[in-house]
């Protein structure tokens, strides 16, 4: 099956500084990826989607200066968080969407996910 | 609007038992498409199984079956014999037509938890 990672699995900052985490599709190739946000005992909500080589599709409520993406590749895609604020502490997910011609079936292929304290 | 409504915030049930978990979801789509995912305590969204719109049988993925009605827009998840393994988190989800932006994300329910209990 197809593989999604991201880096790092954890990750503690204080509160004003970056973090940039990363999603990999390891065994395929990836032209759209997307960054969901999952706070505790709630569902996962669509922040924003990434397509390669292309500016990121940010959802309604998302700031778009404050979290950053890039799509450098067919593999990874980075979510950079700005200025981090206690708020923004959350379980970060990436999911890579795997395009399978002819018929034209795609599916996502969610990475393990990122959780993000701000102190 | 909720896109997505599951009614169960969690339930419990015994081992071995087959289990339903409701979900019922709003779109005025005619192609879309409709998940489910197991989220255990380590947080790994685990695919499940899938439901076109314009499937006409329900899904089925060993243990799991998708009760699909369409007329009541409902996708209700069956998973037969639980099995201790089986408690977690489950999020009902649905991706509508990629119309441009970021419309082709899943949207998610609110999520049901599970336990099954010996």
């Known amino acids: 099956g197809a593989v999604v990672s991201q880096h790092p699995s954890w990750v503690i900052c204080k509160s004003g500084t970056s973090v940039k985490i990363e999603c990999r599709s390891l065994?395929?190739?990836?032209?759209?990826m997307f960054w969901y946000r999952q706070f505790p005992k709630q569902s996962l909500m669509l922040m924003a989607t990434s397509n390669e080589g292309s500016k990121a599709t940010y959802e309604q409520g998302v700031e778009k200066d404050k979290f950053l993406i890039n799509h450098a590749s067919l593999t990874l895609s980075t979510l950079t968080v700005t200025s981090a604020h206690p708020e923004d502490s959350s379980f970060y997910i990436c999911?890579?969407?795997?395009?399978?011609?002819?018929?034209?079936?795609?599916?996502?292929?969610f990475g393990p996910g990122t959780r993000l304290t701000v102190t | 609007a909720q896109k997505i409504t599951q009614t169960q915030p969690g339930m419990f049930v015994q081992e071995k038992e087959a289990v339903t978990l409701d979900c019922t979801y709003d779109?005025?789509?005619?192609?879309?498409?409709l998940f489910w995912y197991k989220q255990p305590s380590s947080g790994e969204m685990i695919f499940l199984i899938y439901?076109?719109?314009?499937?006409?049988q329900n899904a089925t993925e060993g243990r799991y079956s998708l009760n699909f009605q369409k007329a009541r827009k409902s996708a209700n998840l069956v998973i037969s014999a639980s099995q201790l393994g089986d408690s977690a988190m489950y999020f009902c989800?649905?991706?509508?037509?990629?119309?441009?932006?970021?419309?082709?994300?899943?949207?998610f329910g609110k999520g049901t938890h599970l336990i099954i209990q010996p």
């Open positions: 439901q076109g719109s314009y499937d006409e």
């Open positions: 779109t005025s789509d005619q192609s879309y498409g």
């Open positions: 999911s890579a969407r795997r395009f399978d011609p002819p018929d034209g079936s795609y599916e996502q292929y």
């Open positions: 989800a649905m991706r509508e037509p990629y119309s441009g932006g970021g419309a082709d994300g899943l949207t």
């Open positions: 065994d395929f190739q990836a032209t759209t």
